[in-house]
């Protein structure tokens, strides 16, 4: 690890352009609302010599403010680089808990198509499946009964409240509540993702 008295020293030590760089870096990572017209040629030179990459990657390398969710990303950043001519592709649920993955054209991720599972019992690896396949990039109240699909979820009513605890489970290893009432979930919007 790095003293501060050593990072300072360095700091003296980089050109004055290289300062300003090495300052933007910091001013970035600790701002709330970001310029977006500053951010979109970063994230074009990124896209271009990564091809493909996920909003995790642009907040690891510091190019977006790290608590930026991916809907103000694709809202506010992709139709700047559409103006600029720059096409950026989003490939939703390529990556784990049905993250997306953005490419530019012809970098796409090549994909199996995921068989649809059939749960005839509630057990933990249905409600993996719930969580990961029908909850993921949900926000807000739900409720566990509207959602369960009859044609992939073969229980019934008495089995739902066992299938709700499982669910209640997991889904909270990913940033669900539940109060009292099994069946409803809530979630706020999440500052980091998939």
């Known amino acids: 690890m790095v003293s501060v008295e050593e990072l300072f020293a360095n700091y003296l030590l980089l050109s004055k352009e290289d300062q300003k760089e090495f300052l933007s870096h910091i001013k970035l990572a600790n701002r709330k609302n970001a310029s977006w017209k500053d951010i979109a040629p970063r994230v074009k030179a990124f896209a271009i010599e990564r091809k493909r990459f996920s909003i995790k990657e642009l907040k690891d390398?510091?190019?977006?403010?790290?608590?930026?969710?991916?809907?103000?990303?694709?809202?506010?950043?992709?139709?700047?680089?559409?103006?600029?001519?720059?096409?950026?592709?989003?490939?939703?649920?390529?990556?784990?808990?049905?993250?997306?993955?953005?490419?530019?054209?012809?970098?796409?991720?090549?994909?199996?198509?995921?068989?649809?599972?059939?749960?005839?019992?509630?057990?933990?690896?249905?409600?993996?499946?719930?969580?990961?396949?029908?909850?993921?990039?949900?926000?807000?109240?739900?409720?566990?009964?509207?959602?369960?699909?009859?044609?992939?979820?073969?229980?019934?009513?008495?089995?739902?409240?066992?299938?709700?605890?499982?669910v209640v489970d997991e889904a909270g290893k990913v940033g669900w509540r539940s109060g009292s009432n099994f069946f409803i979930l809530t979630k706020k919007e999440e500052f980091n993702n998939e």
């Open 61 to 166: 390398a510091g190019i977006i403010p790290s608590k930026t969710p991916k809907q103000n990303f694709v809202k506010c950043v992709m139709p700047i680089l559409e103006k600029e001519g720059f096409t950026l592709i989003e490939q939703k649920g390529v990556l784990p808990r049905n993250g997306s993955l953005f490419h530019i054209v012809g970098h796409a991720l090549i994909v199996e198509e995921k068989t649809q599972t059939f749960f005839e019992e509630p057990n933990r690896e249905a409600a993996k499946y719930f969580v990961d396949n029908i909850l993921n990039g949900k926000i807000g109240q739900v409720d566990i009964r509207k959602l369960v699909p009859k044609d992939t979820f073969a229980f019934g009513k008495p089995s739902m409240n066992t299938f709700s605890k499982y």
